[in-house]
């Protein structure tokens, strides 16, 4: 696995969305072992995770989107070396996924770590792409742990916890997909999608 510190871009200085070290050995292993064909990710930012899991799996194509132009591009930089394995949308997730949802596309493996407050919309797109046997991995489904806190959850931050909420009770309670929730990292749902 490469260093994070090697991402151009990457400032250990700086609060960088990056995955936690756990998290990071985790996906690895998952997609090690699940060698999707196709991989879909939500939420690039400089390219790290989508290097873990190509990384891990040899031949895995995998496109990825990310918001901002900047970071889109050091993406594209970082990802170089994997060639047309790796393609890097520069767009708004929602708007991207249901392009391709339009166009049939679908996907052995969906990684969600984009913003958390999004997860519920995604959800219903996202397992439209999502092939049988597929799995749907969401990264910080519990938010700093505010999503297990019980009583009042602060202002600015209680949007996100509820739409969290209504994402964890929804892939939680789809019959079409048996759930685990991982307690590593800020809490990871897996999601195999079964028929």
Known sequence: MERKEDFKGFNKDEYVPILRDESISFLFRLV??????????IGTYIGYSASIMLTASLNSKLETVEIK?????LARENLKEFGDRAVVF?????????????D????????????????????PILKELLNVNGYLVADNVYFHGMVKMEGKIPHKHRSIVNNLRKFIDAISTDKDFETKIFEMGDGISVSKKIK
């Not at 090690?32 to 990710?41: A, D, F, Y």
């Not at 049939?104 to 959800?123: E, M, T, V």
Request: aromatic share 12%; glycine share 4%.
């Open 32 to 41: 090690q072992k699940l060698e999707p064909k196709n991989i879909l990710e």
């Open 69 to 73: 132009e900047e970071n889109a591009s």
């Open 104 to 123: 049939k596309k679908k996907y052995d493996f969906i990684f969600l770590d984009g913003p958390k407050g999004q997860y519920i919309r995604y959800f």
């Open 90 to 102: 520069c767009d708004d997730a929602k708007n991207l996924i249901e392009k391709l949802c339009q």
